[in-house]
Nanobody, 123 residues
Framework: VQLVEPGGGLVQAGGFLRLSCAGS????????MGWFRQPPSKDREFAAA????????YYADSVKGRFTISRDNAKNTVYLQMNSLKPEDTAVYYC?????????????????WGQGTQVTVSS
């Protein structure tokens, strides 16, 4: 089972980035997916999650209204569109696949993780 996250990079404040995460080795379409992030010298924190059928999405208060999570089950891929980026969004971003179909904000609710991709927002 593998989750691969190309993308990430350096962007100026106010800019945008789109992260993608492609899964293989498992029928990811049956399970919720999530995005977490780990800012420098901080713990990993929840950013966004989506149910298996896209009907339910959750966002952290810090990204609500700026980030949008989506998925394409035919491609086993989940996306995170990040707009109006701020320097405090700087972090390593991880995608994760849950073991249930309902999204959760808890790290423990996910059993497969990508390797992480760096997002740096300059002021």
């Amino acid at each position: 089972v593998q989750l691969v996250e190309p993308g990430g990079g350096l962007v100026q404040a106010g800019g945008f980035l789109r992260l993608s995460c492609a899964g293989s080795g498992r029928t990811f379409s049956r399970f919720a997916m999530g995005w977490f992030r780990q800012p420098p010298s901080k713990d990993r924190e929840f950013a966004a999650a989506i149910s298996w059928n896209t009907a339910i999405t959750y966002y952290a208060d810090s990204v609500k209204g700026r980030f949008t999570i989506s998925r394409d089950n035919a491609k086993n891929t989940v996306y995170l569109q990040m707009n109006s980026l701020k320097p405090e969004d700087t972090a390593v971003y991880y995608c994760a696949s849950s073991h249930i179909d309902y999204p959760t904000q808890q790290v423990g609710g996910y059993n497969y993780w990508g390797q992480g991709t760096q997002v740096t927002v300059s002021s």
